[in-house]
């Protein structure tokens, strides 16, 4: 499992990046999908965000999830090119499988390093 | 999923009919018009009609070779569970189809349909009887339309009494997806209710849920673990309590037949699936039924039109059936009166040909033949809910120091010429194999499934790649979905490619 | 236990397995005090008297095929099904199987379930179809139910002509009830010969949905390309309800530009059957198929590279997305399916389009006749294609009672629904109707024109 130790994780497998303000489904989630077939960005630029707010919806061949906002923020840029080719999240997560940008936005304290979140998913798995 | 590594064109095992079209061919011709003919409307014309052509015997021969890559329970057992495939019996096949059935116009005059009336208004007051509750409409055409019919009388219910504030409806983390679809329809949130370690509903849980915010619960009982509820009477209490009202989801009313009624137990409102109970076929999918039974205090609110009696009769004549409209009904369902010729008329023939007794012994025996599957399965497949199961019980399709999984035990199964049961739900139950064996097998059939499952628990631990690559006996093996989800190839016929061969 | 295959000795040896006494052992589960209800209902039939019996319910019935001669249409038509269809249901693999949840035993239905999509998307000149809904009036609610989804709720307004059969309407209405939807345009007291310019103006950015029928309820036939245009400019989505035997001689939804057909299948190889089970078809663009209800089959291969299909994008159905799902359907009209792509099948495309002419050329003599009656007329100048509507001069349900004396199912009487055509009835021709049967109808309404 990848979990880069420049993001911030959520409780609810999304990974923000403070630097660039990019959000997307973190390593663990893609694999618990398995195979993704569909993606939905629900948001558009200008849009606020906040956590427990749906910024897109993903369905794979046999699961489906809602990916939440990690942090507060209003949107600056929407992954486009993500429904074309709904792969990229299961290829590339962190990526090019990024969802939408934020601007401005600092994580919040509920939102875990990467050594916290991968212990956080290992007890997941039992 | 098996990787598959195929680049060639793949196998055609049958053509589709646009495939074995070929022009000039009918199937069937109309006699020639008998009027002169009038101008047609040039500007509204279709350009093209892209239908394939073929002989009546082309046609004929296609559908008889697709019949027979279908497995149905004609041609053997079929256990899956919550969707009780018990043996559909053939004089139901001739009495729906009976002219007088399939002839009839939902928009005849009620005086030229009595006949279809009546027997509405007869399986009515039988499925009151059964269940207890005194109001039914028939007009729910499956069982997920029937839920939506239900949430849409609770919520009436208490608008009319000016509660608009019920917004929450409570929903135990072992129920059929349909139940939280059903209610998020109509805009309501869904509180999920565990269950506790015996399989039933959580009662702290659930008290900790209900407040004047709930519209009410829904519960299946015996729920999907095939258990019947120990504290039924507590949860339904608890729900009245706050001012909710109690929906039961009848998937599993086989078991209840001459049982127990479920309003008796403090359902205000069930819906049957007449499909599954009363030897309904499932068609491959469809059609089904899904009748309403509610409580007196929700009569008011079922759909648009019921079947009643409008004119008394005498010793002389008979009552005339005609429709009415509840007074705060919830408007209408679908179109005309529901699923009359494919469900209420099989129905109607299944429960004449029962009685009392025969609908006792339904259920009696449902329960047997589940107790019977589950005493001898579970040194080899463990069961999470050990106790005395209703009509189905599930157990779990994994073995210690195996990879074998739920799905590898089901393919097998075929390989062994059953059907598997159904896989993977209940949710909270891991690797779960849902079995459901009906009234309708004997026990040489339940003898023989249990050899399969014993043997298939072996093979499991000797030669797990057996199941992984099963079936291996069937004319098709395991399906690429991926590829399926991911080209969505939905149609043999796109605008723009026009039709092959014409 | 005529269906319950267990000897009394099959079943002790059962209960000792088990480790029970009796059967009623097996119960203890259920509270004491409401246990074993003794059901008061008629003691078993037997096969024989059980045939009987429903036999003289069915009896007592009139039925289209011998008793009346009709001329009832209304959303149900009575069409000619050949022998073929019923002999192709009648399969026990078919009718006894359940939804193919296992697609390496369920390929026949799979497969008929695919050419059932194709035929439907070629039928109405959409991209895809799905396996089908319950009937046509649910197809139309699913449909705004996918524009809901499609604009998640942020655009909360529908648009219906008040052309759309009326229990369709109120099957949409019925289904809105929770979610805050607008429906507006379809009042029965407003302008009914206005036809589909008048809904233009009521389109505005938050529209999701535009609903219109083709032919209409009346039997009208409107190239609805501009208002479609115009729901499009406002980025709302059209969806045209549609009777499938039309399309064998009109223009399709598809070339109008719609975003969405459904309708009922009942004139495709369906009984009338006292209005049901018929099935209710879906078809639209391919890039609204991820918000379509229902379930779908895709082609694929097998592990053995055959071609095969299998219900696919099933992420998006209530089992899995449960309240998050676009609705919570989970059958189709499996049987219903497979009947309409066997008649499909068997008449192609010069049998639809013969019966499609058959209706329209009756229809049209039975009009002209009707109108030619002193005091009746045609209400609407429009084009029309197997229904129309006749302007009595005398209230309907007098006139429908008069042709019912002489063995005839009139027309629908169209003051049910539209307080100001109380005079009025709607009148379907199908090519089961014969000359005869047409110059029976024209003599007693003559007749009745002169009581």
Same mark, same amino acid.
């Given at each position: 499992?990848?979990?880069?130790?420049?993001?911030?994780?959520?409780?609810?497998?999304?990974?923000?990046?403070?630097?660039?303000?990019?959000?997307?489904?973190?390593?663990?989630?893609?694999?618990?999908?398995?195979?993704?077939?569909?993606?939905?960005?629900?948001?558009?630029?200008?849009?606020?965000?906040?956590?427990?707010?749906?910024?897109?919806?993903?369905?794979?061949?046999?699961?489906?999830?809602?990916?939440?906002?990690?942090?507060?923020?209003?949107?600056?840029?929407?992954?486009?090119?993500?429904?074309?080719?709904?792969?990229?999240?299961?290829?590339?997560?962190?990526?090019?499988?990024?969802?939408?940008?934020?601007?401005?936005?600092?994580?919040?304290?509920?939102?875990?390093?990467?050594?916290?979140?991968?212990?956080?998913?290992?007890?997941?798995?039992? | 999923?098996?990787?598959?590594?195929?680049?060639?064109?793949?196998?055609?095992?049958?053509?589709?009919?646009?495939?074995?079209?070929?022009?000039?061919?009918?199937?069937?011709?109309?006699?020639?018009?008998?009027?002169?003919?009038?101008?047609?409307?040039?500007?509204?014309?279709?350009?093209?009609?892209?239908?394939?052509?073929?002989?009546?015997?082309?046609?004929?021969?296609?559908?008889?070779?697709?019949?027979?890559?279908?497995?149905?329970?004609?041609?053997?057992?079929?256990?899956?569970?919550?969707?009780?495939?018990?043996?559909?019996?053939?004089?139901?096949?001739?009495?729906?189809?009976?002219?007088?059935?399939?002839?009839?116009?939902?928009?005849?005059?009620?005086?030229?349909?009595?006949?279809?009336?009546?027997?509405?208004?007869?399986?009515?007051?039988?499925?009151?009887?059964?269940?207890?509750?005194?109001?039914?409409?028939?007009?729910?055409?499956?069982?997920?339309?029937?839920?939506?019919?239900?949430?849409?009388?609770?919520?009436?219910?208490? %608008?009319?009494?000016?509660?608009?504030? %019920?917004?929450?409806?409570?929903?135990?983390?072992?129920?059929?997806?349909?139940?939280?679809?059903?209610?998020?329809?109509?805009?309501?949130?869904?509180?999920?209710?565990?269950?506790?370690? %015996?399989?039933?509903?959580?009662?702290?849980?659930?008290?900790?849920?209900?407040?004047?915010?709930?519209?009410?619960?829904?519960?299946?009982?015996?729920?999907?673990?095939?258990?019947?509820?120990?504290?039924?009477?507590?949860?339904?209490?608890?729900?009245?309590?706050?001012?909710?009202?109690?929906?039961?989801?009848?998937?599993?009313?086989?078991?209840?037949?001459?049982?127990?009624?479920?309003?008796?137990?403090?359902?205000?409102?069930?819906?049957?699936?007449?499909?599954?109970?009363?030897?309904?076929?499932?068609?491959?999918?469809?059609?089904?039924?899904?009748?309403?039974?509610?409580?007196?205090?929700?009569?008011?609110?079922?759909?648009?039109?019921?079947?009643?009696?409008?004119?008394?009769?005498?010793?002389?004549?008979?009552?005339?059936?005609?429709?009415?409209?509840?007074?705060?009904?919830?408007?209408?369902?679908?179109?005309?009166?529901?699923?009359?010729?494919?469900?209420?008329?099989?129905?109607?023939?299944?429960?004449?040909?029962?009685?009392?007794?025969?609908?006792?012994?339904?259920?009696?025996?449902?329960?047997?033949?589940?107790?019977?599957?589950?005493?001898?399965?579970?040194?080899?497949?463990?069961?999470?809910?050990? %106790?005395?199961?209703?009509?189905?019980?599930?157990?779990?399709?994994?073995?210690?120091?195996?990879?074998?999984?739920?799905?590898?035990?089901?393919?097998?199964?075929?390989?062994?010429?059953?059907?598997?049961?159904?896989?993977?739900?209940?949710?909270?139950?891991?690797?779960?194999?849902?079995?459901?064996?009906?009234?309708?097998?004997?026990?040489?059939?339940?003898?023989?499934?249990?050899?399969?499952?014993?043997?298939?628990?072996?093979?499991?631990?000797?030669?797990?790649?057996?199941?992984?690559?099963?079936?291996?006996?069937?004319?098709?093996?395991?399906?690429?979905?991926?590829?399926?989800?991911?080209?969505?190839?939905?149609?043999?016929?796109?605008?723009?490619?026009?039709?092959?061969?014409? | 236990?005529?269906?319950?295959?267990?000897?009394?000795?099959?079943?002790?040896?059962?209960?000792?397995?088990?480790?029970?006494?009796?059967?009623?052992?097996?119960?203890?589960?259920?509270?004491?005090?409401?246990?074993?209800?003794?059901?008061?209902?008629?003691?078993?039939?037997?096969?024989?008297?059980?045939?009987?019996?429903?036999?003289?319910?069915?009896?007592?019935?009139?039925?289209?095929?011998?008793?009346?001669?009709?001329?009832?249409?209304?959303?149900?038509?009575?069409?000619?099904?050949?022998?073929?269809?019923?002999?192709?249901?009648?399969?026990?693999?078919?009718?006894?199987?359940?939804?193919?949840?296992?697609?390496?035993?369920?390929?026949?239905?799979?497969?008929?379930?695919?050419?059932?999509?194709?035929?439907?998307?070629?039928?109405?000149?959409?991209?895809?179809?799905?396996?089908?809904?319950?009937?046509?009036?649910?197809?139309?609610?699913?449909?705004?139910?996918?524009?809901?989804?499609?604009?998640?709720?942020?655009?909360?307004?529908?648009?219906?002509?008040?052309?759309?059969?009326?229990?369709?309407?109120?099957?949409?209405?019925?289904?809105?009830?929770?979610?805050?939807?607008?429906?507006?345009?379809?009042?029965?007291?407003?302008?009914?010969?206005?036809?589909?310019?008048?809904?233009?103006?009521?389109?505005?950015?938050?529209?999701?949905?535009?609903?219109?029928?083709?032919?209409?309820?009346?039997?009208?036939?409107?190239?609805?390309?501009?208002?479609?245009?115009?729901?499009?400019?406002?980025?709302?989505?059209?969806?045209?309800?549609?009777?499938?035997?039309?399309?064998?001689?009109?223009?399709?939804?598809?070339?109008?530009?719609?975003?969405?057909?459904?309708?009922?299948?009942?004139?495709?190889?369906?009984?009338?059957?006292?209005?049901?089970?018929?099935?209710?078809?879906?078809?639209?663009?391919?890039?609204?198929?991820?918000?379509?209800?229902?379930?779908?089959?895709?082609?694929?291969?097998?592990?053995?590279?055959?071609?095969?299909?299998?219900?696919?994008?099933?992420?998006?159905?209530?089992?899995?997305?449960?309240?998050?799902?676009?609705?919570?359907?989970?059958?189709?009209?499996?049987?219903?399916?497979?009947?309409?792509?066997?008649?499909?099948?068997?008449?192609?495309?010069?049998?639809?389009?013969?019966?499609?002419?058959?209706?329209?050329?009756?229809?049209?003599?039975?009009?002209?006749?009707?109108?030619?009656?002193?005091?009746?007329?045609?209400?609407?100048?429009?084009?029309?294609?197997?229904?129309?509507?006749?302007?009595?001069?005398?209230?309907?349900?007098?006139?429908?009672?008069?042709?019912?004396?002489?063995?005839?199912?009139?027309?629908?009487?169209?003051?049910?629904?539209?307080?100001?055509?109380?005079?009025?009835?709607?009148?379907?021709?199908?090519?089961?109707?014969?000359?005869?049967?047409?110059?029976?109808?024209?003599?007693?309404?003559?007749?009745?024109?002169?009581?």
């Amino acid at each position: 499992m990848n979990t880069p130790a420049n993001l911030k994780y959520s409780k609810t497998d999304e990974w923000f990046d403070p630097a660039t303000g990019a959000m997307g489904l973190t390593d663990y989630a893609q694999s618990q999908l398995s195979d993704i077939v569909f993606v939905e960005i629900q948001v558009e630029s200008g849009e606020s965000v906040a956590p427990g707010k749906a910024i897109a919806s993903v369905e794979s061949v046999k699961a489906s999830a809602e990916t939440y906002s990690p942090v507060v923020g209003q949107v600056s840029e929407v992954n486009k090119a993500l429904s074309e080719k709904p792969e990229t999240l299961n290829s590339d997560p962190y990526g090019a499988g990024w969802m939408v940008k934020v601007a401005g936005a600092t994580p919040g304290s509920d939102l875990m390093d990467s050594a916290a979140y991968e212990k956080y998913c290992a007890e997941r798995s039992h | 999923m098996t990787e598959t590594t195929v680049a060639v064109s793949p196998k055609i095992v049958e053509p589709t009919i646009f495939d074995l079209s070929s022009t000039g061919r009918t199937g069937v011709t109309f006699p020639e018009p008998d009027v002169p003919l009038a101008k047609l409307p040039t500007s509204l014309l279709r350009k093209d009609l892209p239908l394939p052509e073929l002989a009546e015997v082309d046609v004929i021969r296609h559908y008889t070779r697709l019949s027979t890559f279908n497995y149905g329970v004609d041609s053997g057992f079929y256990p899956l569970g919550s969707c009780t495939m018990k043996y559909n019996p053939k004089i139901n096949e001739d009495t729906c189809r009976l002219p007088g059935f399939l002839f009839t116009h939902p928009l005849q005059p009620v005086e030229t349909v009595q006949g279809n009336l009546a027997l509405m208004y007869q399986l009515q007051e039988w499925l009151q009887e059964i269940s207890g509750f005194p109001a039914i409409t028939l007009q729910p055409a499956a069982g997920a339309h029937g839920e939506f019919t239900g949430v849409l009388i609770m919520r009436a219910y208490h %608008r009319a009494r000016g509660d608009a504030k %019920r917004i929450k409806m409570l929903i135990p983390d072992s129920a059929h997806g349909t139940n939280p679809a059903s209610a998020g329809m109509t805009g309501l949130q869904i509180v999920q209710i565990p269950s506790d370690a %015996r399989g039933n509903v959580d009662l702290e849980a659930l008290k900790a849920a209900c407040d004047d915010t709930v519209l009410g619960m829904m519960l299946t009982n015996p729920n999907t673990l095939g258990l019947f509820d120990e504290h039924i009477l507590d949860v339904t209490k608890i729900v009245h309590d706050c001012g909710g009202l109690m929906y039961g989801d009848g998937a599993n009313l086989n078991a209840l037949l001459g049982i127990v009624r479920p309003a008796e137990l403090g359902f205000d409102i069930m819906h049957f699936n007449l499909h599954k109970t009363f030897a309904v076929p499932h068609g491959g999918g469809g059609p089904g039924s899904g009748p309403v039974g509610v409580a007196a205090h929700l009569a008011d609110f079922l759909p648009a039109p019921l079947v009643d009696i409008v004119e008394e009769g005498s010793d002389d004549t008979p009552p005339l059936f005609g429709f009415v409209t509840p007074k705060q009904s919830i408007g209408r369902m679908k179109a005309f009166h529901g699923h009359f010729g494919g469900g209420m008329v099989r129905a109607f023939t299944y429960i004449a040909m029962h009685g009392p007794d025969g609908l006792k012994d339904i259920s009696q025996y449902a329960v047997l033949n589940a107790n019977y599957l589950m005493a001898r399965l579970r040194k080899a497949y463990h069961v999470p809910f050990d %106790r005395t199961c209703m009509h189905e019980f599930v157990a779990e399709g994994r073995f210690e120091g195996s990879d074998v999984r739920a799905l590898d035990v089901a393919k097998r199964l075929m390989d062994y010429g059953f059907h598997p049961p159904t896989n993977y739900f209940p949710l909270i139950v891991h690797e779960a194999l849902m079995i459901e064996p009906t009234e309708t097998e004997n026990k040489d059939t339940l003898d023989a499934f249990v050899d399969a499952l014993l043997k298939i628990a072996e093979e499991a631990k000797s030669q797990p790649s057996l199941l992984h690559d099963a079936p291996l006996t069937t004319k098709f093996g395991r399906m690429d979905e991926v590829k399926a989800a991911r080209e969505l190839v939905l149609c043999c016929w796109l605008p723009e490619n026009g039709i092959a061969d014409i | 236990m005529t269906y319950i295959p267990i000897s009394a000795r099959e079943r002790d040896a059962m209960l000792a397995t088990i480790g029970a006494k009796s059967l009623d052992d097996l119960f203890r589960d259920v509270p004491a005090a409401h246990r074993f209800p003794k059901l008061d209902l008629p003691p078993a039939l037997t096969e024989m008297e059980a045939a009987a019996e429903l036999q003289d319910i069915a009896l007592s019935n009139e039925h289209t095929r011998g008793d009346l001669i009709s001329f009832l249409g209304a959303g149900s038509y009575n069409h000619y099904v050949p022998a073929a269809v019923d002999h192709v249901l009648r399969r026990g693999e078919f009718y006894t199987a359940y939804t193919p949840y296992q697609p390496e035993i369920s390929q026949g239905t799979l497969q008929a379930i695919f050419e059932y999509q194709s035929l439907m998307a070629a039928l109405t000149g959409m991209e895809v179809s799905n396996a089908s809904h319950y009937d046509g009036a649910t197809a139309a609610a699913e449909a705004v139910n996918m524009a809901f989804a499609q604009y998640r709720g942020k655009r909360r307004k529908v648009v219906i002509s008040p052309s759309v059969h009326p229990q369709y309407r109120a099957v949409v209405r019925t289904y809105i009830q929770g979610m805050g939807v607008e429906i507006v345009g379809d009042d029965p007291q407003g302008d009914l010969d206005a036809g589909p310019d008048a809904l233009e103006s009521l389109i505005d950015d938050q529209t999701m949905l535009v609903l219109v029928q083709y032919p209409d309820f009346f039997g009208r036939v409107f190239d609805y390309t501009k208002v479609i245009a115009a729901a499009h400019s406002k980025g709302a989505l059209a969806c045209v309800i549609t009777n499938p035997t039309a399309l064998g001689l009109l223009k399709t939804p598809g070339e109008m530009d719609a975003d969405i057909v459904v309708g009922d299948g009942q004139p495709l190889g369906i009984p009338m059957w006292f209005g049901g089970p018929t099935l209710g078809y879906f078809t639209t663009r391919k890039s609204y198929v991820h918000k379509m209800a229902g379930r779908l089959v895709g082609e694929t291969i097998d592990n053995r590279g055959q071609r095969a299909y299998v219900l696919t994008l099933t992420a998006r159905e209530q089992h899995i997305k449960r309240e998050r799902a676009t609705s919570n359907i989970c059958t189709n009209q499996g049987l219903l399916a497979l009947a309409s792509a066997v008649y499909l099948s068997l008449l192609g495309q010069k049998g639809l389009r013969q019966v499609a002419e058959l209706c329209y050329h009756k229809a049209h003599y039975a009009a002209q006749k009707l109108a030619a009656i002193p005091g009746m007329k045609l209400c609407f100048g429009d084009p029309f294609f197997h229904e129309f509507t006749l302007c009595l001069g005398r209230p309907a349900a007098e006139v429908n009672a008069h042709l019912l004396e002489h063995g005839i199912l009139g027309g629908y009487e169209l003051g049910q629904d539209y307080p100001g055509l109380k005079e009025h009835l709607l009148i379907a021709v199908t090519e089961m109707n014969t000359k005869e049967e047409i110059d029976t109808l024209v003599d007693a309404l003559s007749e009745a024109s002169h009581d």
